[in-house]
């Protein structure tokens, strides 16, 4: 179970970030991998006006949490793409990046620290486990943070993210339950399942299977 104890971010402020546009506030919660070297190497990029690039939180691999632009604020971290139907993720979310490269398991302090992190920003703002997802997730084909190595299940047994189907439906389109998860953004079906697959079946490979289908399946409402 996550920690009650209430975390304490190391200040370390970026200049790139603006106002969330339109009165919006964070109704997503977007995760990545930083694919750097140290998470020091992160800091510094993150704080650099060149690349116009910075998020919310950074947790380093040791658990180290600092935070680089406030929550009220719209940092630069998502980019291009669609979530539910939605653009301007920026505008709507808070981005977290994670020291990883990417091609390795994410460490056990690092992960404590997003299980205490999650649950504060989730009821801060009002934000359903459905609302917490991958850069791949809403950018299909051109991102793939936080990879096939971060452990979603961790999250969803946590209620931390949406949970995966247990069961197929009746007469079910690939497609069209991707787009009730959230997958709207426009994309071929081999980059949507890429997509689906980095969150839900990271060690499946080849043509769609009828597991693919299972996992983007709705919940019975009594779980």
Known sequence: MPSTTKLSPIWHPSPNFGPRRDGLSPKLIVLHYTAMESAAAALERLCDPGPEVSAHY?????????????????????????????????????????????????????????????????????????GVIGHSDMAPGRKSDPGPRFDWQRLEH?????????????????RELAQNRGYTATSDEKTLLNSTRLRYRPWASGPLHLDDLIALCPLPKST
């Open 58 to 130: 950074l947790i380093g691999r040791d658990g180290a949490l600092w935070q680089l632009v406030r929550e009220e604020d719209r940092a630069w971290h998502a980019g291009a793409g669609e979530w539910q139907g939605q653009a301007d993720i920026n505008s709507r979310s808070i981005g977290i990046e994670l020291d990883n490269g990417g091609d390795h398991p994410f460490a056990e302090p690092q992960m404590r620290v997003l299980e205490q992190l999650l649950p504060e920003l989730m009821q801060r703002w009002t934000i359903a486990p459905e």
């Open 158 to 174: 946590q209620r931390l993210a949406a949970r995966r189907g247990t069961a197929l439906e009746p007469n079910v389109n690939f």
